[in-house]
């Protein structure tokens, strides 16, 4: 069953049409690759998805269009992302940063919270229990205290990507999440990223550049070009696809 469907977005900026009739779907537990050259409109369709942008067509997640919602409002029905900059607090150590996301997603009532009446401290509870399950997928547990800046690039990254996953997501999106990573830096996240589809088993729509990567993870890929999708199967197919070559390379 499709957990998303975009279904002919369109959008422009001025005159300049970025999105033109986008079309893709994601099911449960699969891995959809995002890719396209830069600008073909990718960061543009998650921020449609994710509220930032109000594009023409439909975006249905679990069957209710979701197009005019607020972008908190979107993530509490279950659909978080990660960006491609700047999505922690360095100040913060990374528990923090994971509470931080869970208390601007998930608002609560803040009188109860003050007063702390029963329900507010369940839901503290909840809160602290998803926190200790993702740092423990992610192996981030015994670095739960240390402040975000202290860590090395690639282990930040990865604090960006429990972020989102401590929101208890069905949808993730990740923005390129291997950007400014090592050869084994990347390694290390395609081992989180296929640990979190099988112990999670949520949806996920992935912008890659990293074609080896995409080759090796992805279920299937999506490509995009000029703003149009260009072509949508299973890797191996997709990869060998003369238009789709002809798109990254401009010759076949
Ligand atoms: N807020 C905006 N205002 C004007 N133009 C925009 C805006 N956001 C995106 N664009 C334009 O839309 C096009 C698509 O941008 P987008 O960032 O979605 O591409 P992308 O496929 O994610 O690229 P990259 O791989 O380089 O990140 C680009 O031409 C970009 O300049």
């Known amino acids: 069953m499709s957990e998303l469907v975009v279904d002919k977005i369109s959008l422009s900026f001025g005159g300049l049409q970025v999105l033109n009739e986008v079309s893709l779907s ?57 960006f491609q900059h700047g999505e922690v607090f360095a100040r913060l150590n990374v528990a923090d940063n994971l509470m931080a996301a869970r208390h601007l997603a998930i608002r609560s009532n803040p009188l109860s919270e003050m007063l702390g009446l029963p329900g507010a401290r369940r839901q503290e509870r909840e809160h602290r229990a998803q926190i200790a399950r993702i740092l423990d997928l992610c192996d981030l547990t ?41 050869r084994e830096e990347r390694e290390d996240l395609a081992y989180y990223i296929l640990k979190t589809k099988a112990e999670l088993g949520i949806a996920m729509i992935w912008i890659e550049h990293d074609m080896q990567m995409v080759a090796d993870l992805a279920d299937r890929i ?5 703003g149009r999708s260009l072509a949508d199967g299973a890797p191996e197919a997709v990869l060998n696809d003369p238009g789709v070559i002809k798109a990254y390379l401009g010759t076949v």
Request: aromatic share 6%; proline share 7%.
């Open 222 to 226: 999506h490509v995009l070009d000029y």
């Open 26 to 82: 994601v099911n449960e537990g699969e891995l959809l690759a995002l890719i396209g050259p830069n600008g073909a409109g990718k960061t543009t369709v998650f921020n449609c998805i994710s509220g930032l942008y109000r594009p023409t067509g439909a975006v249905r997640f679990r069957g209710q269009d979701i197009i005019g919602k607020k972008p908190h409002e979107v993530a509490a029905l279950g659909i978080a992302r990660t």
């Open 142 to 182: 015994a670095l739960a205290d240390t402040p975000v800046t202290d860590l090395p690039y690639g282990t930040q990254k990865l604090v960006g990507f429990a972020r989102a996953l401590a929101l208890g997501p069905s949808l993730l999106l990740l923005d390129e999440p291997s950007a400014g990573l090592t």
